[in-house]
């Protein structure tokens, strides 16, 4: 049975049967499909369309259909085109012509709507606790990392010492913002389309606020006929869920790297890591190259809707049942992925000795310019200075760090030098100077620690 053979007098064609049909997608929808149908049946009942008989028998039949999908008893029709026509089905099956009833002055317009809009309002959730469990896995190590230093890089390229425990802090904050786009969101998604039609609105003298209070939305949609096609939360959730992708992307490109044995800064616990079918010796970080990888899917993901997205008419379009695939796969990737990761950074081995050997001397070369600008010269002769003296301590003839340039040598620079420049190239000492909001410093990330578990606990 399809939901509209009226005007037709020849069935459709079994491979554009199948291609029209969105079952084997939306049928993750079941329970909201159900749910969304008991309420507009009470809407309806509220509206004088259905007698109380009517309206307790469907209520019982929607009620049995819904256990039936929770339980996994349900069983499709080869019929079913859609998860709208598979609950309608069954419910005509369990109480019979009554069930022609519940799709009075609705549409599978605005019903696709809601059901996709009442899924997100769940997956969020789910996706704001996978995140957080994340979170705190960064913030555990950035407590346990106390005052390891290790270098910090620009263009891959050894700049200043930080903390460690700023640098997993770095990884933490991104994921806030994450969450707070993704809670942000919800307020975009909780607008309740039921009751809009299929495009003019609906017939019925239903109150769509209740309507929309009683399936837990925050208001019922202002304008039917942007109500159906809007997917405006759709590509945004993707986007959220694309930015995620490649904050993760970028976390684990870093953890690949620091992993090898050029940096070895770390080290992945067994539990997260995989072997190599030839080479013995291999220890493989495909986790996190997943990961990588797989923010380049979502990217796809996102694109793929907005350009589905692009150029539609006004109201309801059959292009939009490309919008539920991306969603639902996105949300499956990063509930895959954000576990593995949390779990591998929290089992991880961190090699404090190899943080602390790469860092040079070199990288308080800022540091020996703010030596001179506490001498009273400006800054850009300083810098020029220490420049000299990387340059000298380089020089072939020499070939030293900076700590190793004679006294006589520093003062040949400049006359401002004294004994106590060598005190510059403690890296504790450069890190300790960055006090300001947002630095590096025991003590700047100490409060930062603690506004992130202030975060967490929100
Ligand atoms: N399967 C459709 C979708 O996902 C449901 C809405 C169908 N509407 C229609 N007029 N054929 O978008």
């Not at 026509?85 to 696709?112: F, P, W």
């Not at 001179?372 to 020089?395: C, N, Q, W, Y």
């Not at 620079?413 to 006090?435: C, G, H, T, W």
């Not at 003590?443 to 992130?452: F, L, R, Y």
Request: glycine share 6%; hydrophobic share 45%.
């Amino acid at each position: 049975m399809t939901l509209w053979g009226g005007r037709f007098t020849q069935s459709l064609d079994s491979l554009a049967w199948a291609l029209n049909a969105s079952l084997p997608v939306d049928q993750r929808m079941a329970i909201q499909d159900v749910e969304g149908s008991i309420a507009w049946a009470s809407a309806l009942h509220k509206a004088n369309i259905l007698s109380d008989e009517e309206h307790a028998s469907i209520s019982l039949g929607l009620a049995t259909v819904k256990e039936e999908f929770a339980s996994g008893q349900f069983s499709f029709a080869p019929t079913d085109e859609d998860i709208h026509t598979a609950v309608e089905r069954r419910l005509t099956e369990l109480i019979d012509i009554t069930a022609g009833k519940l799709h009075t002055g609705r549409s599978r317009n605005d019903q696709v709507a809601t059901d996709f809009r009442l899924w997100m309002l769940q997956a969020i959730p789910e996706l704001l606790s996978a995140l957080s469990l994340l979170q705190t896995a960064l913030v555990e190590q950035a407590e346990l990392a106390g005052e390891t230093l290790m270098p910090g890089y620009t263009h891959l390229q050894r700049a200043q010492p930080i903390l460690l425990a700023h640098w997993w802090l770095s990884h933490y904050h991104p994921l806030q913002r994450d969450r707070e786009r993704l809670t942000d969101l919800i307020k975009r998604v909780s607008i309740l389309p039921l009751g809009s039609g299929a495009l003019a609105g609906t017939p019925v003298p239903v109150d769509r606020a209740a309507l929309a209070k009683s399936l837990g939305f925050a208001v019922a949609s202002p304008n039917s006929l942007d109500s159906v096609s809007d997917r405006d939360f759709a590509a945004e959730f993707l986007f959220c869920a694309t930015m995620t992708g490649i904050h993760l992307s970028k976390l684990s490109e870093q953890i690949v790297l620091y992993t090898s044995a050029e940096f070895g800064f770390f080290e992945l616990s067994d539990a997260f890591s995989t072997g190599s079918s030839l080479m013995p010796q291999k220890k493989n970080p495909d986790v996190f190259e997943l990961t990588r990888g797989k923010a380049g899917t979502l990217i796809g993901m996102l694109t793929g809707l907005l350009a589905t997205l692009k150029g539609l008419p006004s109201t309801y379009d059959k292009d939009l049942q490309e919008d539920k695939a991306p969603v639902f796969a996105a949300t499956d990737t990063l509930l895959a992925i954000l576990p593995v990761i949390a779990g591998a950074l929290r089992t991880i081995t961190v090699k404090p000795e190899r943080m602390r050997n790469a860092i040079d001397s070199f990288m308080m070369a800022t540091d020996l310019a703010d030596y001179l600008v506490s001498k009273g010269i400006p800054f850009r002769e300083t810098h020029a200075i220490a420049g000299k003296a990387v340059r000298a301590a380089m020089d072939a003839s020499r070939n030293v760090g900076l700590e190793e340039l004679s006294l006589e040598a520093y003062q040949a620079l400049s006359p401002a030098f004294e004994a106590d420049v060598y005190q510059v190239f403690d890296p504790l000492k450069s890190v300790e100077k960055r006090n300001a909001i947002g630095g590096t410093s025991l003590q700047s990330v100490k409060n930062q620690i603690t506004k992130c578990r202030e975060n967490l606990q929100a």
